[in-house]
């Protein structure tokens, strides 16, 4: 095999497989955290999620990214494993689009569509038209890359080494090896298949050598999911194992059948074209396979679960972020699809934790001052350092995340849960404030009176109701806003309302001058409290109107 080959074939798979990622990355721009809504609404029901693998991969042309999504949802609670088994069964038949593009030959026109999409992203200036131009110039670079690795295969027929290597592909299990071992190797296999039509527009292959290999394509594909799987909830790498089973499944079904039926015959007496005979073959076993799996969905599940059952020791201790993926763990992949929305929901439900743990400050805070209790101190210490430690993992996450962020209103999103995660930081910071007057209480015997006792148990009701409502979810914006906003005044009005109260108990000698102090400052804590979550609100509906739970 000589230099021109190798470079040849090397130089097509590079433009096809960054053809492909152009296509990813336009969709992933384009649709942002949309992807999210659509799936929500449409993966309930068996069918149209199948029918929503098979679109979203008919478009970007990768099986692999759209499971490198579902495994993201999963992982991110987005999505239930049993919806994650639709999905992945429609891509398996969305994959096979690819294949027969190339048996129809479009690389004919594929300078057209790389030419129509590079202008739309020179020419045009609406930022969304470039993420359309990127995904048609994707598809044109695409179709070039696989015309120019046909092209340098075609010396490879005359090559007598080449052609007795190729011909041991008959044995299914040394063919199925080889499919899956190349196809894991290159991540792609819709660029393997492609390199398999090649070979046999060619001459080199036929259909009795090359099928046992393209059932091993269908098993190498499931690599990249195995790789992002990497670090993620048990739950996600359920998600791998499901997309496993189907392709082993149906590859053991298909082998057995062209060994004991005569189905490859049958598949080639339908086209003369070699590269249409690989195509259909490759979309008759993914056809089939869901058809047949697809009212075993349940046993899928099962099945992943019995392979991979929960373990105590998958239960996190110490500080750790609960949702957010660890930066080493993240698949290589720089833009899966469906990215924005997994980063984000990941991002609120994080942030929703760490609220949490906020409130449970507040009301060890609150309860500490009234009983004089300095233990209660230590306990809220440990809190208050797993909320600094939260603030700084997400706002290292939001940072990276914004600049590989290409979509505007999701960058803005991302802009205000930075906010928001200062904000809660604060939050925290003040129930620390009001916790440690407990010390300066119990070491001077400072007591307050009981109507500031009952003062400060309407801030400790107020402060919690106001927290709870910042947490709830389903509820219009607008009408959350101004709820949030009606709490917010009620904690000013309070605090205006206690300090007069206050002067006057100081007037009437009722108050210590240490116990004024004391009283005064926290106050100004829960003064500031309802100010932060004031800013919480505002920054979350804003975030995205059209969603409720955002």
């Not at 007057?437 to 109507?451: G, N, P, V, W």
Request: with cysteine; proline share 3%.
């Amino acid at each position: 095999m000589n230099a021109s080959i190798v470079l040849g074939l090397l130089g097509g798979l590079a433009l096809f497989l960054y053809g492909m990622q152009m296509m990813s990355s336009g969709l992933e721009a384009a649709a942002g955290n949309r992807m999210k809504g659509i799936l929500e609404r449409l993966t309930s029901n068996r069918i149209l999620g199948v029918a929503v693998g098979a679109v979203i991969t008919a478009v970007i042309q990768s099986s692999s990214a759209t499971t490198v999504m579902v495994v993201g949802f999963v992982n991110s609670g987005m999505m239930s494993l049993k919806q994650a088994v639709w999905v992945i069964m429609g891509a398996n038949i969305g994959t096979t689009i690819t294949g027969q593009l190339i048996a129809l030959d479009v690389g004919a026109i594929a300078p057209l569509f790389a030419f129509v999409g590079v202008a739309m992203i020179v020419f045009l200036k609406k930022p969304q038209l470039h993420h359309y131009g990127s995904i048609l110039a994707g598809l044109g670079v695409l179709f070039i890359g696989m015309e120019m690795m046909g092209t340098s295969m075609e010396p490879l027929r005359e090559m007598p080494a080449f052609v007795n290597m190729v011909s041991t592909f008959s044995n299914p299990l040394v063919g199925i090896a080889v499919g899956a071992i190349f196809t894991a190797i290159i991540q792609s296999s819709s660029a393997s298949v492609g390199i398999l039509q090649a070979l046999a527009v060619s001459g080199v292959v036929g259909l009795d050598t090359s099928v046992y290999v393209l059932f091993g394509q269908n098993i190498g594909t499931c690599i990249t999911a195995v790789l992002a799987a990497i670090g993620t909830s048990r739950n996600a790498k359920r998600t791998t194992v499901v997309h496993l089973s189907f392709n082993i499944i149906g590859t053991v079904l298909f082998t057995i059948l062209c060994q004991v039926t005569p189905l490859v015959p049958f598949m080639q007496s339908l086209t003369d074209n070699p590269a249409a005979q690989i195509a259909n073959m490759h979309t008759l076993f993914n056809v089939v396979t869901t058809l047949l799996l697809l009212p075993c969905g349940g046993l899928l599940v099962k099945l992943a679960m019995r392979i991979l059952p929960d373990r105590e020791e998958d239960q996190k201790e110490g500080m750790h972020l609960a949702f957010l993926v660890p930066e080493p763990a993240r698949t290589k992949q720089e833009h899966p699809i469906g990215l924005s929305a997994m980063y984000l929901t990941q991002l609120r439900q994080e942030l929703n934790r760490m609220l949490g743990m906020a409130k449970d400050n507040i009301a060890t805070a609150f309860q500490a001052v009234l009983e004089r209790d300095p233990k209660e101190v230590e306990k809220a210490q440990a809190t208050e350092e797993y909320i600094d430690f939260l603030n700084k993992e997400i706002s290292q996450y939001i940072s990276k995340g914004m600049v590989r962020e290409t979509n505007a209103k999701d960058s803005s999103a991302m802009s205000s849960y930075f906010k928001i995660t200062g904000n809660i930081e604060r939050i925290g910071d003040h129930a620390m404030n009001i916790c440690e007057y407990t010390q300066k209480l119990a070491d001077k015997h400072i007591r307050f009176s009981e109507e500031a006792q009952d003062e400060i148990r309407a801030m400790e009701q107020v402060c919690l109701d106001t927290l709870e409502l910042l947490e709830q979810e389903g509820i219009q914006p607008t009408e959350w806003l101004t709820k949030v906003s009606a709490m917010e005044q009620r904690i000013d009005d309070m605090t205006d309302e206690f300090r007069r109260k206050q002067l006057e108990r100081m007037r009437q000698g009722s108050c210590s001058d240490e116990a004024c102090i004391i009283f005064s400052e926290l106050l100004t804590d829960f003064e500031r409290i309802g100010d932060h979550a004031l800013n919480i609100a505002q920054e979350r509906a804003g975030i995205a109107p059209e969603s409720t739970d955002a």
